[in-house]
Nanobody
Framework: VQLQASGGGYVQAGGSLRLSCAAS????????MGWLRQAPGKEREFVAA????????YYADSVKGRFTISRDNAKNTVYLQMNSLKPEDTAVYYC????????????????WGQGTQVTVSS
């Protein structure tokens, strides 16, 4: 699986961004998809995940209620809608895929692509 994230940018605190991740390869609909992020000087951390049929989602406590993950299996794409952004959300965001939810939530997915930069100014 190859993953291509896009949609990052520069936004003021309180603003919104929508990240997209296009996946190539077979069996997209069988993978748990997720988003991880890494801020400068910090370790990579889990942000959100969604199971293969989209029926269950998981969020880090720091983004719960502000971010929404979704997927379109017909388009092989996963999204991250980010609202009420804060300066502490500034990071490189990575799209991730695995057959096991815990690997995505643990920050060590089998597949992850190049990141997209999100910068939130105060």
């Amino acid at each position: 699986v190859q993953l291509q994230a896009s949609g990052g940018g520069y936004v003021q605190a309180g603003g919104s961004l929508r990240l997209s991740c296009a996946a190539s390869g077979r069996s997209f609909s069988s993978y748990v998809m997720g988003w991880l992020r890494q801020a400068p000087g910090k370790e990579r951390e889990f942000v959100a995940a969604i199971i293969s049929n989209g029926g269950t989602t998981y969020y880090a406590d720091s983004v719960k209620g502000r971010f929404t993950i979704s997927r379109d299996n017909a388009k092989n794409t996963v999204y991250l809608q980010m609202n009420s952004l804060k300066p502490e959300d500034t990071a490189v965001y990575y799209c991730a895929a695995d057959t096991f939810t815990n690997r995505v939530k643990g920050g060590s997915p089998r597949y992850w692509g190049q990141g997209t930069q999100v910068t939130v100014s105060s």
